[in-house]
């Protein structure tokens, strides 16, 4: 018998990000999808993961405002490279620079996950760190990669679920998801903190 919670509570995804919402699919999640309306500027001198945190309970908060009966579900997702933030490259010439100045280094991804349930105004906030070694990468190869699969939408100009996996050495996580989007094993168990489960 399914807990009240599950009957009782929308479950919302703090998010237009197309990415998040197929993670959440693929574990039978279907959500009202939100986007939040928020300043995603970085503070002078936040840390990368810092910011990932921060945003992921804004996202949250700045949708719970107007639902009160609701499991919300927010995350965001920083590039750290060298103490830089670097974030969605918006277009090709950009995710080049990023592509070529990521070639045969290690890059620290924060994943930040938040689930703030509306009714108590319970907040649980968690960030994956994800370490992931680039090869050396030729110039022709980042401007192949760029023209096969453009993620100007994407922080590092890549997509991992894709032909972004190319581009790697090796990947250090505790949960490969994180690096799409989302934490699904810390996701799933927050959920289940909240009486609701995905089986």
Not at 7 to 36: D, E, M, V
Not at 42 to 53: D, K, M, R
Not at 61 to 69: C, E, G, Q, W
Not at 178 to 193: A, D, V, W
Request: glycine share 6%.
């Amino acid at each position: 018998m399914p807990p009240s919670d599950q009957l009782t509570n929308t479950l919302i995804l703090a998010s237009s990000s197309k990415y998040r919402l197929k993670l959440l699919n693929q574990i039978g999640l279907h959500p009202l999808c939100i986007a939040p309306d928020i300043d995603e500027t970085p503070n002078p001198l936040e840390h990368a993961e810092a910011l990932a945190s921060r945003l992921s309970a804004g996202k949250a908060r700045a949708v719970a405002k107007d639902h009160h009966n609701a499991i919300i579900i927010a995350g965001d997702q920083v590039c750290d490279f060298d103490g830089a933030i670097l974030g969605k490259p918006g277009d090709a010439e950009t995710a080049k620079q990023q592509l070529t100045l990521c070639s045969g280094r290690e890059v620290i991804f924060h994943t930040g996950l938040c689930v703030l349930n509306t009714r108590n105004n319970k907040l649980q906030i968690y960030t994956e760190r994800v370490l992931v070694e680039f090869r050396a990468l030729s110039s022709q190869e980042i401007d192949t990669y760029i023209v096969k699969e453009p993620a100007f939408d994407c922080a590092g100009s890549f997509k991992m679920e894709g032909l972004g996996i190319s581009l790697f050495k090796r990947i250090r996580s505790e949960d490969p998801n994180s690096l799409i989007g989302l934490p699904l094993i810390k996701l799933c168990e927050f959920l289940r903190n909240e009486g609701l489960s995905v089986i």
